[in-house]
C-alpha cells in the first residue's frame, strides 16, 4: 500500500528532525516551519509543503502511482536538505 509506506517514510523525516533539531511540529506548523529554515537548507515553504501533504494523506485512504511519485520527490527533498540522506 502506497499510502503506508509515505506514511512510514514521513514519520522517518520527522523522527530524524525531532532528535536532531530539536523540533516539534505542531498546530498548523508554522513555527517549525520558520525554525526548520532557520537549522536546515529547507525552506519554510518547502516544510509548509511537508507538513500539509503529511497531512492529506493522513486522510486519504489510497494513493494512487502518479500522487506517489508526487510525494516522493517532495520527501526526498527534505531529506537531503535536513542531510537525513
Known amino acids: 500500500n502506497h499510502r503506508e509506506l509515505l506514511l512510514n517514510r ?8 525531532r532528535r536532531r533539531y530539536g523540533l516539534e511540529p505542531q ?6 516551519c520558520k525554525r526548520i529554515a532557520t537549522l536546515t537548507d529547507v525552506t ?3 516544510a509548509g509543503n511537508f507538513l500539509a501533504g503529511l497531512d492529506e494523506l ?4 489510497s494513493v494512487s502511482d502518479k500522487d506517489l511519485l508526487a510525494y516522493d520527490k ?12
Open 74 to 85: 517532495l520527501f526526498d527533498v527534505v531529506e537531503i536538505k535536513t542531510h537525513l540522506k
Open 58 to 61: 493522513r486522510n486519504r485512504t
Open 10 to 17: 514521513a514519520n522517518i523525516i520527522l523522527s530524524y528532525i
Open 44 to 46: 519554510s515553504e518547502v
Open 27 to 32: 498546530g498548523k506548523g508554522e513555527e517549525f
